[in-house]
Structures are given as structure tokens and as C-alpha cells.
Nanobody, 122 residues
Framework: HVQLVESGGGSVQAAGSLRLSCTVT???????????MGWFRQTPGKEREGVAQ???????DYTDSVKGRLTISRDNAKKSLYLQMNNLTSDDTATYYC??????????????WGQGTQVTVS
């Protein structure tokens, strides 16, 4: 079966940077180049929120709080998704999830999730 495997989380000081990666593994994963992919995050006691998403053409959308600081990108040849995170603040502390939406367009409603990676900003 298909899995989304995140890496790159960790601890960083405020104003620092991190780069998250997500790799699609399993059978017949080349089709994921056609699907919307995104990053979501969640803190204890709060609902999971969408951070960034990118469609098959590379068109990206961001939640307002991260615009200008976080950049989503994808490398279909490597079956990978990335989130470059710059100028981080304590408000960015959360568990970050890679996600896929089995659709050509993006609607912030993924149906496949990774296991999550923790980002802590102090």
C-alpha cells in the first residue's frame, strides 16, 4: 500500500530555518505526480490546519500566517514533497503532516496522511 514518509523535523531557535521532506512509497506511486499534495500541522488541543498545498502544475497556496516564510515544492521524479521553513516563530511549533488528495485540484481535503514530524521553535 502507499505511504507518505516525512523527515526533517526537529528543534530550532526563533528566526531559524528547517526543511521538511515527504516521500511517497509503495506500489504505483508515479500517479501521485498528478495529485494535490500538501502540508498540515497540529498542536495539542487544536484542530489540524492546512499550511500549504501544491497541485500537479506546481501552483501553490498557503495559509495567511505562513506566506512569505514557508515555501512548498515538489519533485515528481523523486516522488517527493518539500516544505522550506524560514524565519520560524514559536507559533510554528507543531506536528507537521504530509498529505495527499486524490484529485487533480486542491481543496484542503486530503485523504492520505503521513505519520507526522515534530517541529519545535524556541
Amino acid at each position: 500500500h502507499v505511504q507518505l514518509v516525512e523527515s526533517g523535523g526537529g528543534s530550532v531557535q526563533a528566526a531559524g530555518s528547517l526543511r521538511l521532506s515527504c516521500t511517497v512509497t509503495g506500489e504505483n506511486v508515479s500517479r501521485y505526480r498528478n495529485f494535490c499534495m500538501g502540508w498540515f500541522r497540529q498542536t495539542p488541543g487544536k484542530e489540524r490546519e492546512g499550511v500549504a498545498q501544491i497541485d500537479r502544475y506546481g501552483s501553490a497556496d498557503y495559509t495567511d500566517s505562513v506566506k512569505g516564510r514557508l515555501t512548498i515544492s515538489r519533485d515528481n521524479a523523486k516522488k517527493s514533497l518539500y516544505l522550506q521553513m524560514n524565519n520560524l516563530t514559536s507559533d510554528d511549533t507543531a506536528t507537521y503532516y504530509c498529505a495527499a488528495e486524490h484529485a487533480w485540484g486542491c481543496s484542503w481535503r486530503p485523504d492520505l496522511w503521513g505519520q507526522g514530524t515534530q517541529v519545535t521553535v524556541s
